[in-house]
């Protein structure tokens, strides 16, 4: 992630888009979490989500991880006051194992805060996403498709991966490929973003 787009992700404007709108819609799409649910943010930046993840989505606790070291610092700052319900690490959300030993099932909910379009083998994460959720857990995600990636405002900004980018329906059909259900979707400004919640069935997966 490139200077500009760091300065944007740990900006007060950002704090409250993410506050005031995504949460609000994935609330609404997904649901709060159960007494004593375990979740996990993948590439959780300065730990804005996993801080909204424990207060609105009432998870009991919240492991994060991101692949840049600076980013767990600031994290872990933000989430200090939290204590043991907060787990940091940093690494790959296309390698979890390694990352924070996950295990296959291991969670009840994963978030993504527009991250994904920021791995060059996005659909490694989703796999992994697949693998560690458990049956009937949720997957939140909002992300910025390779609609928004081509506009010239975003590349002359931003820094992304250029080749293989996902637009909203590729997104959505990669979770169907990862047996993963999708209980609802929104795109916004054109399908440059995509919100939405999907399930891993009790039944457990298909399709991998
Ligand atoms: C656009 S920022 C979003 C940060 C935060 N989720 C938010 O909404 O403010 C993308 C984040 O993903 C992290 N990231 C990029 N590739 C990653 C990967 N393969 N695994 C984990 N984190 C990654 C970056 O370091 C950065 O913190």
Redesign the pocket.
């Known amino acids: 992630?490139n200077r500009v787009?760091t300065l944007l992700?740990s900006s007060p404007p950002?704090r409250w888009l993410?506050r005031f709108y995504e949460i609000r819609v994935l609330l609404r799409l997904g649901g709060r979490m159960l007494p004593g649910a375990r979740a996990l943010?993948?590439?959780?930046?300065?730990g804005?989500?996993s801080q909204l993840v424990l207060e609105q989505f009432c998870a009991a606790s919240v492991d994060a991880?991101?692949?840049?070291p600076a980013?767990i610092e600031r994290a872990a700052r933000r989430l200090a006051r939290y204590g043991d319900r907060v787990r940091l690490a940093q690494?790959?959300?296309?390698d979890l194992r390694s990352a924070l030993n996950a295990a296959d099932d291991d969670y009840d909910a994963v978030f993504d805060?527009?991250?994904v379009h920021?791995?060059p083998n996005w659909r490694a994460?989703i796999a992994e996403v697949s693998r560690v959720l458990a049956p009937g857990g949720r997957f939140y995600f909002e992300e910025v498709t390779a609609h928004a990636l081509a506009r010239p405002i975003y590349q002359r900004l931003f820094d992304h991966p250029t080749d293989d980018r996902f637009t909203a329906q590729q997104f959505l059909d990669e979770l169907a490929n990862h047996g993963l259900v999708v209980l609802g979707s929104i795109t916004r400004i054109s399908g440059d973003y995509l919100l939405g919640v999907a399930a891993k069935p009790v039944s457990g997966r298909s399709g991998n």
């Open positions: 992630m787009e992700v950002r993410q943010e993948i590439g959780c930046g300065t804005y989500g991880v991101d692949l840049d980013m690494g790959s959300a296309t805060f527009g991250i920021h791995i994460a």
